[in-house]
């Protein structure tokens, strides 16, 4: 069964510091790839997403992921911490058609420490 | 910019009550979906709509019934509440990627956090 992992479901760094989030999936065929964010009694919010191409992908709020296929898996990564990006973050992955299903990784709460 | 739009953000209700939430798109969206999301499981899907009056079960539809008379409202039902119903739902949309479009983003709404007593 297609599933996504995300390890930690709490991280903690201080401000300025490198974030790595971390997301793998399982799947036998490629998928597509998403990050999402969730600020405290908000929506969520699209960070990145991979469909095809170049395998590093740029987000909004300085944001990057990259797939790695042999690796399966898609980690977030923001070389420098900001107060402002404490949240949940989520990882989902995409592999129907038309209607674009999502299954979502069960989330990391990112907390960044003055 | 899409706006995805719920219509309350708290909702309290009793056990038995049957209820209501309503979820509205401005971006003539095709597919609506509704979830759940809990601590520590992520959002799981419970029903999702690829038309009007089109629907399909998610992962965990047992309790709830949906409705899309409309191509830009779908509305979730819980027939009968149950506290184990208790949980933020949250609504989403996207394009179809019918002419060849690539994958389609889900905007999702704000979110209604509902409570059953």
């Known amino acids: 069964a297609q599933s996504v992992t995300q390890l930690g479901s709490h991280v903690s760094v201080s401000e300025g510091a490198l974030v790595l989030l971390r997301c793998n999936y399982s799947?036998?065929?490629?998928?597509?790839l998403f990050w999402y964010v969730q600020y405290p009694n908000q929506g969520l919010q699209l960070l990145l997403k991979y469909t095809t191409g170049a395998t590093l992908v740029k987000g909004i709020n300085g944001f990057e992921a990259e797939f790695k296929k042999s690796e399966t898996s898609f980690h977030l990564t923001k070389p420098s911490a900001h107060m402002s990006d404490a949240a949940e973050y989520f990882c989902a992955v995409s592999f129907s058609g038309n209607t674009g299903k999502l299954i979502f990784g069960q989330g990391t709460t990112l907390q960044v420490k003055p | 910019d899409v706006k995805v739009t719920q219509s309350s953000r708290y909702l309290v209700k009793r056990t038995g009550e049957k209820v209501f939430l309503e979820c509205v798109q401005d971006?003539?969206?095709?597919?609506m979906f509704w979830y759940r999301q809990d601590p520590g499981l992520g959002l799981r899907l419970i029903y999702f709509s690829y038309d009007v009056k089109m629907k399909e079960k998610g992962d965990i539809p047992e309790g709830y019934s949906v409705s899309r008379e409309k191509k830009e409202r779908f509305s979730l039902i819980l027939e009968s509440a149950s506290t184990n119903q208790t949980s933020m739902y949250l609504c989403?949309?996207?394009?179809?990627?019918?002419?060849?479009?690539?994958?389609?983003?889900?905007?999702f709404g704000p979110g209604t956090r509902l409570t059953v007593l």
């Open positions: 989403a949309s996207s394009p179809s990627r019918r002419g060849g479009r690539a994958i389609a983003t889900q905007y």
């Open positions: 799947s036998s065929v490629p998928p597509y």
């Open positions: 971006m003539d969206h095709e597919n």
